[in-house]
């Protein structure tokens, strides 16, 4: 890995666990093993690097995405594969980092924004489409509606007043919400594959 490909990395591994704002580039020289001057020399300051760590991350999570489509047979299983992949992300994610980005890190917060409002909304829209298509999800659901519903309940979950990360992990808050999402939806069928792969989760979960 270039070296500054491995400080991006290291920085979204702190900024994740700790949020960004305690995070700052002693911090990250320390983490990494390299002088401050020579983290100088790979980015003109911490906005820059957090742009570039938001950067980074959005374009994994679009391939992530990408990929669970890909790989399902059906949408529910899509929804699941996407759930498996949240666990990953925000098993240890620091809820502040949306906050801190949102606060101190504009130009990294619009680009967040922007996958948000274009890649996620048009994601979970086919995802839609395709359950709805296959019979799986119910013929009347609103997709303009229930895809805006789902994203801004994706946000919700970083809402630090509504649960407190004292007594909340952000990301069992997000499955939770997603399943009862999922379950709104479904045919018969539906929920048939939902049970399904449900019980699927938790018997591998369980070993």
């Known amino acids: 890995m270039e070296a500054k490909e491995r400080i991006i990395e290291q920085a979204r591994e702190l900024f994740i666990r700790l949020g960004i704002r305690s995070v700052s580039m002693d911090d ?7 002088s401050k001057k020579t983290l100088y020399q790979h980015f003109e300051d911490k906005d820059e690097l957090v742009e570039l760590v938001v950067a980074f991350e959005t374009k994994r999570m679009q391939d992530e995405c990408h990929a669970c489509a890909n790989t399902a047979e059906n949408a529910v ?29 504009g130009q990294a917060f619009a680009r967040f924004m922007e996958h948000k409002n274009i890649f996620l909304l048009d994601f979970i829209s086919t995802n839609l ?38 007594k909340y992990n952000l990301a069992e808050v997000t ?25 699927k989760k938790n018997t591998i979960h369980a070993q």
């Open 28 to 34: 990250i020289a320390g983490q990494i093993g390299i």
């Open 77 to 105: 299983e899509e929804i699941f594969k996407t759930m498996e992949m949240v666990m990953q992300h925000f098993r240890n994610m620091n809820p502040m980092v949306l906050f801190d980005m949102h606060k101190f890190h």
């Open 129 to 166: 489409k395709r359950g709805v298509s296959e019979g799986n999800f119910r013929q009347d659901i609103k997709i303009d509606i229930l895809a805006k519903f789902r994203l801004e309940s994706m946000m919700l979950a970083f809402n630090m007043e509504a649960f407190p990360p004292a």
């Open 175 to 199: 499955i939770i919400m997603i399943e009862n999402f999922l379950y709104g939806l479904a045919t018969a069928a539906g929920f048939k594959l939902i049970e399904q792969y449900k019980a």
